[in-house]
Each structure stands twice: as C-alpha cells, then as structure tokens.
C-alpha cells in the first residue's frame, strides 16, 4: 500500500523559505513520476513540479519557476519541495503525489494515482 506524507509546512515571513519534504514507502518508486501540488483557498488544485524517480528528470510549470526546486533522495524514499522567496500567494495546502503514466509534464489531477494529506504553507507579509 503506498503511502505519501508530507511535512515541513508552516508560518514564515515573506521572502523566507521552507522545504517541504515527503516521505514515500510501500513499494518500490523508480517507474514513478512524483509531483508537488498546492491547493490555495477558492482555487484549483495545481501542479509544480514533478520529478522522474529513477533519473532526476524535473519539470516545473511557470508557478514553480524560478523560486522552486523539486529533488529526490532516493536511499531515503524522500522528495522535498524547495521553496525560496515565498510571497502570501503562495499560501496553501501543498500535496506530494505519485503517478506510473510516464509522462512529467501531464499536470492533470487524475493523472496521479497517490496523494498525501496534505502540509499547510502560510506566508505572512
């Protein structure tokens, strides 16, 4: 049974940082895609980045661009979520997924089989 948990979320100024973390188990990840979403309050949830396990291949889309930075420890079963220069609107719920289609830059929802429950990010100005 695969299991996806997040933490590292929290309250922290604007232009600060934080890494958010998600510890995967239940099998084994390298055929899976593993991507970062947020849910921000009244919006849709969307992607930010995603990361092929097996080779470090990454992608971001324009909301990640810049400031975020997607990594993977594989001996850990680890992925974290860089996030610099935070602004208040990127105050949300962010959720670490897990999807086998193979393709990184599918941003849809339905794509990912597996999700984690979720680390509150609030960004104070």
């Known amino acids: 049974q695969v299991q996806l948990v997040e933490s590292g979320g929290g309250l922290v100024q604007a232009g600060g940082s934080l890494r958010l973390s998600c510890a995967a188990s239940?099998?084994?990840?390298?055929?899976?895609?593993m991507g970062w979403f947020r849910q921000a309050p009244g919006k849709e949830r969307e992607l930010l980045a995603a990361i092929r396990w097996s080779s470090g291949l990454t992608y971001y889309t324009d909301s990640a661009k810049g400031r975020f930075t997607i990594s993977r420890d594989n001996a850990k079963n680890m992925v974290y979520l860089q996030m610099n220069s935070l602004k208040p609107e990127d105050t949300a719920v962010y959720y670490c997924?897990?999807?086998?289609?193979?393709?990184?830059?599918?941003?849809?929802?339905?794509?990912?089989?597996?999700w984690g429950q979720g680390t509150q990010v609030t960004v104070a100005s």
């Open positions: 239940g099998r084994t990840f390298s055929g899976y895609i």
């Open positions: 997924a897990a999807q086998t289609s193979g393709v990184i830059w599918d941003t849809a929802l339905t794509t990912y089989d597996y």
